[in-house]
């Protein structure tokens, strides 16, 4: 039972990370609950990777709704979900100033200032366990009565990201070696060569896209390649 259980977690994680590339950069999102135009989503960060997460790569507005932004030494961040955010922090990074998108306004606000619905049944970003913010604890108990939950703050969310943090990263890690497989037979195939050294899975596609090293790549695609580019 506890593999089937297991396995069963895997699947959803994947197929939430997968399904999460399929769009095409600059065209019409595939509906998620997450996602949001990205006319509607604010971008904190600066730079030309300012539209991916710095630790997955993954495009921001596609998850917006789960978006959370930091000041690490001196600059600002900004990550697709809890889990990049705590990903940074174990990394060593001491986020300061945290915010998040209140799903209600689709504006950032501090997470002080949050009140989290833990475990609804809205589909989450790099979890299986989803974590949406909302400005006012009134929304946030309307969103649990219709899509289920814990209501619970700041704290608590992270709390609970830091109790599968260990087997979603390894799971999440199967998945990026995979999908860097395919990258490399994409690169292989429609990419002109480079020698360039990528830091971030962000910098890799930002540099696609601003080079045209890669004609037609978009969307999971170019996350593959990205993927490959970074950990070659």
């Known amino acids: 039972m506890k593999k089937i259980i297991t396995g069963l977690l895997l699947l959803g994680v994947l197929l939430t990370f997968s399904q999460a590339e399929m769009a095409t950069h600059g065209k019409k999102m595939m509906h998620m609950f997450q996602s949001v135009p990205q006319s509607q989503a604010t971008l904190l960060q600066e730079g030309s990777a ?11 507005p596609m998850f917006y709704k789960t978006n959370h932004a930091a000041t690490v030494n001196g600059h600002v961040k900004q990550y697709c979900s809890m889990h990049c955010l705590l990903e940074d922090m174990q990394n060593g990074a001491k986020p300061v100033a945290i915010k998040v998108v209140d799903v209600t306004t689709l504006q950032f606000i501090p997470v002080e200032k949050a009140t989290y619905v833990v475990g ?18 009134e929304a946030a108990e309307t969103f649990a009565k219709a899509n289920g939950g814990k209501v619970t ?13 260990a087997k979603e990263s390894k799971m999440i890690g199967k998945k990026q070696a ?7 037979m994409i690169y292989h195939k429609m990419c002109q060569k480079t020698d360039k050294k990528f830091d971030t899975v962000a910098q890799a596609k ?9 004609k037609g790549v978009q969307g999971k695609k170019l996350q593959a390649v990205g993927l490959y580019l970074t950990h070659r």
């Open 50 to 60: 300012k539209a991916f997460c710095p630790k997955c790569g993954m495009t921001l």
């Open 120 to 137: 609804s049944r809205k589909k989450g970003t790099m979890t299986m366990v989803s974590k949406y913010a909302f400005g006012t604890k």
């Open 153 to 165: 703050n700041f704290e608590g969310a992270l709390s609970e990201a830091k109790k599968d943090f």
């Open 178 to 184: 995979m999908m860097a497989q395919k990258g490399e």
């Open 206 to 214: 930002a540099f696609i896209i601003d080079t045209g090293l890669c």
